[in-house]
Nanobody
Framework: QVQLVESGGGSVQAGGSLRLSCAAS????????LGWFRQVPGKEREGVAA???????IYADSVKGRFTISQDNAKNTLYLQMNNLKFEDTAMYYC????????????????WGQGTQVTVSS
């Protein structure tokens, strides 16, 4: 079993910054890699960023240059540094565990966190 617990969400004005954290526990190191999704009401959950076991990272086009994903392996914690936030970044952000060897996509997620809300006011 894998448990994912997000924190760090909140309300911020446009142009501001937030850092999300995801504390992972369970058989995370050998079986899964981690990433972030987000969802707004009425829309499908979308991938934001992920960090592969190789250390390579991927980002949605809408957040490239503004968001940075990182991981502290010693703490089993995933981070998402979000800078220059925009109104359209408002969403519930979810940490996700994806089996190694799988593409970072909605259908491949094995475990979800409970989500943390990010609200950006314009």
């Amino acid at each position: 079993q894998v448990q994912l617990v997000e924190s760090g969400g909140g309300s911020v004005q446009a142009g501001g910054s937030l850092r999300l954290s995801c504390a992972a526990s369970g058989y995370i190191d050998s079986r899964y890699y981690l990433g972030w999704f987000r969802q707004v009401p009425g829309k499908e959950r979308e991938g934001v960023a992920a960090i592969y076991p190789s250390g390579n990272t991927i980002y949605a086009d809408s957040v490239k240059g503004r968001f940075t994903i990182s991981q502290d392996n010693a703490k089993n914690t995933l981070y998402l540094q979000m800078n220059n936030l925009k109104f359209e970044d408002t969403a519930m952000y979810y940490c996700a565990a994806v089996p190694r060897g799988s593409w970072f996509s909605l259908g491949r997620v094995a475990y979800w966190g409970q989500g943390t809300q990010v609200t950006v006011s314009s």
